[in-house]
């Protein structure tokens, strides 16, 4: 966002999750592309989730959470999206 901002394809993501041991990388604060309160990018890699719907009441973007879950089977995750009413409706 901004000057100085970094773009990296799915080669990168792979690489710095395969030298960090991670599976995943989960990024905030930037409006997914698909206007869903989150979205998966390189290969399930990433995923950035925006948890603000109808941001700045100009976007028609939905809310976006994901809660994970440590038991038998390993770590589930739990997407779950919303739209906040608009603050006219309140």
């Known amino acids: 966002r901004g000057p100085g901002t970094w773009q990296f394809g799915a080669d990168v993501t792979r690489k710095f999750c395969s030298s960090n041991w991670m599976d995943l990388i989960i990024r905030s604060h930037e409006l997914p592309t698909n206007g869903h309160g989150y979205e998966y990018l390189h290969g399930e890699r990433l995923v950035t ?19 994970f879950t440590v038991g038998d089977t390993g770590v589930q995750r739990r997407e779950t999206e919303f739209r906040a009413r608009t603050l006219g409706n309140l």
């Open 49 to 67: 989730v925006f948890s603000a719907s109808k941001y700045h009441e100009c976007a028609d973007n939905r809310g976006g959470t994901i809660v």
